[in-house]
């Protein structure tokens, strides 16, 4: 039994999938074998921005061993619409044009043509004799200088939307938003301290081990099946659906283990082109994507200007903040700006708030989600000056972020006010955890340390649509069929909520992940969504059956099944203490009263109930010479609402704060003046390492979550919000210099801290 | 009468007016009431010729997303925004 | 293409001939001729550990040996490594420790710290640390991962 | 990655004879840990891989305190630092061959493959310099010698004509109150290409108060690892202080040509050679001590 009267949620089972991932029998997408497979490859553009005069595919057709050879012109055109496709807003064009080049090539990698072949070797060779004659255009990487007038146009149709009004200028701003609250500059009066600091971020890529892949199978029925990894098996059938211009019925998505995805596996990449050439060749094609392709032509996060002004009373209240985000939204429209403004001040009650975003298309990969999408970039900003402020006041800064933090009935500054929230218990339990309250010794080898904190904000998007199917078997263990694949344990947190309100052991459930045709649609692993949402189906299931096993222990017991009551797992007759049994009792009779016991739910919560806050704390060691940041100690303090499966939420957090080390002091897209990227390779884009980490301890607060049966709140993305800006804090305590440009690598250090005699 | 909170880029149509109240018992009224008060919202809202938001568009009732074809009920003391929808998903 | 070439192994304990092509690395040949999928691709240049196997008893990655050069080699793969009937202590021990989420690194960190304990029982954090920094994973933050190795010490 | 065939020679003779029939066409395999990837990334292209690992002399591996120590070209590091006595006795050159890679890499890495790779960042490369190594090349014409310093001619290039290949590396003896150290700088902890990498060999005077001679080496700051002859030869006869290390490192840092790149400026690079010399020869002068 844990805490809260739990008997399930709370503990640590083993996960169900566990056994078969630590054997190296688990199938992910790159596994599966198929009679008479084809492999197919890629051929990408060398230019960041360039027209197409011609592609001559004669010598790669000739080349024995070849099957099939695709370009953009054997995929259906399609006008330009936009599409609500899962979670997110995609323009139907877009996406067909990211998948194969049509008429211009907007980034270096961008697919411009696929060829299947015998084995993967061929298909490469193939992809050299592939002939493309380019007109070269001037690109522009840089989002400042993509805003100019006279920048390079990705896009000669394209004007600035605002609130659905077009303005008429073309422009590389697919977008401009503001939210305003109150009146800044009133607020700017009020203040004693005002601070306004610029900072720039670059594009960091989400980084999961496992490279994209997809196999399909056209047959001459017309059936397409692919077998691929991804974050949403219903988004990639709706994809292809789309971007194939077929019926959704003939689709149907096979999703296998996925190897991480963090936002990056919800776009599809190779499926529509695998889709094709297994249609021209009559066989099974599979595509796995090298990983250098992996940097250059998926979907990273992008890079992005800020400005952030903020002011504060002496007596440590905030009264006004204004933020300008600029974001990338790399070749097409849609940077997570939107998410990034609606986060970027939400940790604090400020009365006076003005918010403008851009969506700024460069010539780089169309960017993407990436664990609390938008969010970071923010948090670094504001992080950053908030410590500033404090430092002004003279207080400290976990102190000034509970004085100002948000709470329930705290306006937004996008609008909307918070329910029950958890910001600051979180702040007041960094504050008081050992790590804050412990001194930091000084260093003995001549190099300086010093310790930095910092919050962040996710909101946890929408519950979203999820379906879960059930059959009970005899011996009262449960088949469990859903549509949400598992990146990182959720087989076993949704599958905990199940037992948990039907009373039986976590391992009496058995959760498979299925294909689209066999279970109701099912939104994306994505946004914080699936131990909230799934799991929110999960405990409608639960009701489901004790209401369907109740009418069946009537028909047995022959009594009312209103007079039937469910408690502690077991079923009782109120008027005869004879007729009860549990579960699992009821089960092996229950399927002669009535046919098998199965039940089918589909849910949609209409909101997540308030989002996720994070506060960390880093000790960090800088050597002064070299610029290198070394971390000593960590910690991560959370609100779960309330943790299904301890470890898991750990788990979560700890590899999220990893991430948000890796984009705060090393992780980037480095470019040359060719607008090429220079670092594509896991050698060479430093993601960190064993060796660059000590543990990552955890907090865990629980606030439930007033809207969800066991008060749960998504997990997974808040923790990499907070790392660059805690880091950026840290550093700044051991050298007296302020880092506002990310990555905070070595030379980057090292330069600031000469220039700044810190 | 529930309570719209006009945001700062749509204030052009309400003569500069940041919060409106409007009748309605769903999103549907609330919008052809808002629409007969302040003309624009409808073409700046909706998709052409349809009862549905326009998809780069997100309405939050209370906090909570409301659903793009505009069947979600309001009340008396409901609270609604028009916001930008979130991308970066795909 | 050129010519196959026949090749004599000995994998997971079972004497193994395959046929291949001198371009075929082993991670091809064991993935895609012999059926061994638990060695995964993540980078196909040695740096993120995915595709680990033991090659007569030292750690490679299985990325950056041609399939020709394992003639006469014994190669103990994940798949080698622990049953589902009878884990090995490491792989317990990750479930126990909760060292996986994606589950995609974790045979190319087990058949590394399997290496580890094979050569050093009683490793410390930092020796656990070192060795690993070969293999790259994006999930975990190594926390749980490394306290998972360090607890299968002396089971192993 | 383009078809080619695949030999495993069992002598020097048999080996020589392949790679001159098939010259440029033809390309040597011992750990191939950098070959197989610039194969499969077509950086390099061939006809014939020739793998020398089934040759005798490529995997011997021996050390006596008169002689010195001797590694056969596809001796892999974890050999060569497994060996607790080659260890004690090189703990410079170990520096570098417990950093080449992972240690899955180390599994098959080889000195004698980091050296014929020519990468100007090649870590044992400034190590095998400053301990005065010498690479036996075997060939057509016979067998040569050729100082480890004087083997790189240009990234990826080395002193090797067609049909000839590594055969072995041979190291003195350390001398007595003697020291070497090698440390590179890269951004993350592990897996990187240095930045700068630094190695120095110092021979101290029996009082150990001052230097009786000294070799400097650096990577990644010139076309090829960098011997600055100069920077070692202004220790010797001088006493082991701040100012002469601090004069040497400065030295060092003159010497380097470095170009911008990825991984770091020029300017960043220089910087970094003198703090990496001063740290490596104390490190070296440490040792020397012990």
Same mark, same amino acid.
């Not at chain 1, 997110?88 to 998948?99: E, F, G, P, T």
């Not at chain 1, 997570?336 to 460069?362: E, K, S």
């Not at chain 4, 080496?217 to 082991?240: H, I, K, S, W």
């Given at each position: ?111 411009? $043509? ?74 700017? $009066? ?23 892949? +997809? ?136 009365? *006076? ?51 100002? !933090? ?25 504050? *008081? ?147 009860? !049994? ?89 470019? /040359? ?10 050698l ?5 390492t064993t060796l ?34 805690? %880091? ?29 005699? !810190? | ?90 | ?10 994998? *997971? ?13 082993l991670l ?7 059926? %061994?999928?638990?060695a ?5 240049n040695g740096n993120c550990g995915?595709c680990n196997v033991i090659m007569d008893g030292r750690l490679v990655n299985s990325c950056c040996v041609l399939?020709?050069e394992a003639?006469g080699c014994e190669i103990t793969t994940?798949?080698?490594i !622990?049953? +589902?009937? *009878? ?21 190319g960190f087990i058949v590394s710290a399997k290496a580890l304990l094979d050569e050093n029982p009683n490793p410390s954090?930092d020796e656990v640390r070192y060795w690993l920094a070969g293999n ?13 190795v ?6 192993a | 990655?383009? $078809? ?25 395999l011992a750990g191939g840990t950098d070959l197989i990837v610039?194969?499969?990334? /077509? ?8 793998d020398v690992k089934k040759i005798a002399e490529l995997n011997a591996l021996s050390y ?5 120590l001797s590694v056969g070209a596809a001796v892999p590091c974890y050999r060569i630092y497994g060996d607790a006595e080659i260890a004690a006795a090189y703990p410079g050159l170990m520096d570098a061959a417990r950093l080449v890679g992972g240690t899955g890499i180390q599994g098959r890495a080889s000195l004698g493959g980091n050296l014929c790779n020519?990468?100007?960042?090649g870590d044992t490369i400034?190590p095998m310099?400053?301990l005065?190594g ?32 590594l055969?072995s590396l041979?190291f ?8 070497a150290?090698y440390?590179r700088?890269?951004?993350?902890n592990e897996m990187d290409?240095a930045?700068?990498g ?85 490190? +070296? ?6």
């Amino acid at each position: 039994m844990s805490q809260n009267g739990h008997k399930v949620i709370g503990t640590r089972p083993i996960r169900h999938d566990g056994v078969d991932k630590v054997t190296g029998r688990a199938i992910y997408g790159a596994d599966i074998q198929l009679t008479g497979l084809l492999h197919g490859a890629i051929k990408r553009s060398p230019h960041p921005h360039a027209r197409i005069k011609n592609i001559d595919t004669s010598r790669a057709e000739a080349h024995p061993g070849v099957r099939a050879v695709v370009t953009a012109h054997d995929l259906p055109q399609i006008a330009d619409k936009l599409a609500d496709l899962g979670e997110a807003i995609v323009n139907l064009r877009d996406a067909s044009n990211n998948v194969l080049a049509y008429g211009k090539v907007l980034y270096k990698g961008h697919a411009v $043509a696929g060829v299947a072949a015998i084995n993967l070797h061929v298909a490469q060779e193939a992809v050299e004799l592939i002939d493309v004659e380019y007109e070269v255009l001037p690109h522009v990487t840089g989002v400042l200088e993509a805003m100019e007038d006279g920048a390079p146009i990705l896009h000669e149709d394209m004007k600035t939307t605002s609130m659905g009004e077009e303005t008429d200028k073309v422009s590389n701003v697919a977008n401009h938003f503001q939210h305003k609250m109150g009146e800044p500059d009133d607020g700017f $009066a009020e203040a004693d301290v005002v601070i306004e600091r610029e900072f720039t971020t670059q594009t960091v890529h989400q980084g999961y081990i496992e490279t994209h892949n +997809a196999t399909a199978h056209w047959n001459e029925e017309g059936q397409l099946t692919i077998w691929t990894s991804t974050q949403g098996a219903f988004s990639v059938r709706d994809q292809m659906a789309e971007i194939l211009q077929m019926p959704v019925s003939k689709v149907k998505i096979v999703p296998l283990e996925i190897g991480g995805g963090f936002g990056g596996k919800i776009s599809v990449y190779l499926d529509p082109v695998a889709a094709l050439l297994s249609r021209m060749t009559g066989h099974p094609v599979k595509m796995t994507m090298p990983r250098d392709e992996v940097f250059e032509g998926t979907g990273p996060t992008p890079g992005s200007y800020l400005k952030v002004k903020m002011g504060a009373t002496s007596d440590g209240r905030l009264t006004a903040a204004t933020a300008y985000m600029a974001y990338e939204a790399g070749a097409y429209p849609g940077s997570p700006v939107g998410a990034g403004a609606g986060c970027i001040f939400t940790p604090y009650d400020i009365p *006076n708030v003005q918010i403008d975003g851009y969506d700024v298309c460069v010539n780089k990969p169309k960017t993407n989600a990436y664990r609390a999408p938008g969010a970071t970039n923010a948090a670094y900003a504001t992080e950053t000056v908030v410590d500033e402020i404090s430092e002004k006041l003279g207080v400290d800064p976990l102190e000034f972020r509970v004085k100002n !933090g948000a709470k329930e009935g705290t306006r937004r500054a996008d609008g909307p006010v918070h329910p029950r929230i958890g910001c600051i218990e979180t702040t007041e339990a960094a504050l *008081n955890s050992e790590h804050y309250r412990s001194s930091l010794a000084k260093s003995g080898n001549g190099k300086v340390r010093g310790r930095g904190v910092a919050s962040g904000y996710w909101f946890n998007f929408n519950g979203g649509r999820s379906a879960i199917s059930v059959s009970i078997n005899p011996d009262g263990t449960i088949n469990m069929l859903e549509g949400s694949t598992d990146i990182g344990g959720t087989r076993a947190s949704i599958a905990m909520q199940l037992a948990e309100t039907i009373g039986l052991e976590a391992t009496d459930i058995k959760p498979y992940v299925v294909d689209t045709d066999s279970i109701g649609y099912t939104d994306v692993t994505g946004g914080s969504r699936t131990t909230f949402g799934t799991g929110y189906a999960a405990h409608a299931t639960g009701q489901a059956l004790i209401r369907e096993m109740k009418e069946r222990a009537s028909k047995l017991w022959d009594v009312p099944a209103d007079a039937i009551d469910f408690e502690d797992g077991v079923f009782s007759y109120r008027d005869d203490a004879e007729k009860r !049994g549990s579960f699992k009792e009821l089960a092996s009779q229950a399927g002669d009263a009535g046919g098998p016991v199965v039940a089918q739910v589909s849910t949609n919560p209409d909101g997540s109930g308030g989002g996720a806050f994070a506060t960390h704390v880093v000790d960090v060691e800088v050597d002064r010479e070299t610029g290198k940041v070394d971390i000593l100690r960590y910690t991560a303090v959370q609100d779960a609402g309330t943790a299904i499966h301890p470890s898991y939420v750990e788990g979560q957090m700890q590899g999220g704060v990893v991430q948000g080390i890796g984009w705060g002091l090393n992780e980037e897209y480095i470019y /040359n003046d060719a607008g090429s990227m220079t670092n594509a390779s896991f050698l060479d884009y430093r993601m960190p390492t064993t060796l660059d980490l000590p543990m990552i301890e955890t907090i865990i607060v629980e606030v439930p979550n007033e809207s969800h049966p066991y008060g749960v709140r998504g997990v997974g993305e808040v923790p990499i919000v907070p790392p660059p800006a805690a %880091l950026a804090n840290a550093i700044y305590d051991a050298t007296g210099v302020r880092l506002r440009d990310l990555p905070m690598s070595p030379p980057r250090v090292q330069k600031a801290l000469a220039e700044n005699g !810190g | 009468m529930a309570t719209i909170y006009i945001p700062s880029l749509m204030r052009d149509l309400t003569g500069g007016r940041e919060i409106i109240q409007v009748e309605g018992a769903d999103m549907r009224q609330v919008i052809a009431n808002l629409e007969a008060a302040y003309p624009g919202f409808k073409q700046r809202l909706l998709e052409e010729g349809t009862q549905r938001i326009k998809p780069n568009i997100a309405v939050m009732i209370d906090g909570r997303n409301a659903r793009r074809i505009l069947i979600d009920k309001v009340n008396e003391s409901s609270e609604i925004h028009f916001l930008p929808a979130i991308s970066g998903g795909i | 293409m050129s010519k196959k070439v026949h090749v004599q192994t000995t994998i *997971n304990g079972e004497s193994v001939d395959f046929l291949c092509e001198p371009r075929n690395s082993l991670l091809e040949v064991l993935r895609d001729d012999l059926d %061994l999928t638990g060695a995964k691709e993540g980078c196909n240049n040695g740096n993120c550990g995915a595709c680990n196997v033991i090659m007569d008893g030292r750690l490679v990655n299985s990325c950056c040996v041609l399939g020709v050069e394992a003639d006469g080699c014994e190669i103990t793969t994940i798949e080698g490594i !622990g049953s +589902a009937a *009878n884990l090995h202590p490491l792989q317990q021990k990750f479930l126990e420790h909760a060292a996986l989420q994606c589950g995609i690194c974790t045979p190319g960190f087990i058949v590394s710290a399997k290496a580890l304990l094979d050569e050093n029982p009683n490793p410390s954090e930092d020796e656990v640390r070192y060795w690993l920094a070969g293999n790259l994973c994006r999930c975990t933050g190594y926390d749980k991962i490394v306290r998972a190795v360090l607890d299968a010490r002396n089971g192993a | 990655m383009h $078809a080619f065939d695949y030999a495993t020679p069992e002598s020097v003779a048999d080996a020589v004879v392949m790679l001159s029939d098939h010259g440029k066409n033809a390309c040597v395999l011992a750990g191939g840990t950098d070959l197989i990837v610039q194969l499969r990334e /077509n950086r390099r292209r061939t006809d014939l891989v020739v793998d020398v690992k089934k040759i005798a002399e490529l995997n011997a591996l021996s050390y006596d305190d008169a002689t010195g120590l001797s590694v056969g070209a596809a001796v892999p590091c974890y050999r060569i630092y497994g060996d607790a006595e080659i260890a004690a006795a090189y703990p410079g050159l170990m520096d570098a061959a417990r950093l080449v890679g992972g240690t899955g890499i180390q599994g098959r890495a080889s000195l004698g493959g980091n050296l014929c790779n020519a990468s100007p960042a090649g870590d044992t490369i400034p190590p095998m310099i400053v301990l005065s190594g010498e690479a036996e090349i075997a060939g057509p014409n016979g067998t040569r010698r050729v100082a480890v310093e004087d083997f790189c001619t240009a990234p990826g290039r080395t002193v090797l004509e067609d049909g000839e290949f590594l055969v072995s590396l041979h190291f003195p003896a350390p001398a007595p109150n003697s020291g070497a150290f090698y440390r590179r700088f890269i951004p993350r902890n592990e897996m990187d290409i240095a930045v700068v990498g630094v190695s120095a060999s110092v021979v101290l005077s029996e009082d150990r108060s001052s230097f009786v001679s000294a070799r400097i080496a650096v990577g990644a700051v010139a076309p090829t690892p960098l011997f600055v002859r100069e920077a070692g030869d202004a220790l010797a006869g001088q006493p082991v202080s701040d100012e002469t290390i601090g004069r040497a490192a400065d030295l060092a840092r003159d010497a380097a040509r470095p170009i911008s790149d990825m991984r770091g400026t020029a300017e960043y690079r220089k910087h970094l050679t003198s703090v990496l010399t001063r740290r490596v020869v104390e490190g +070296a002068v440490q040792r020397a001590k012990e």
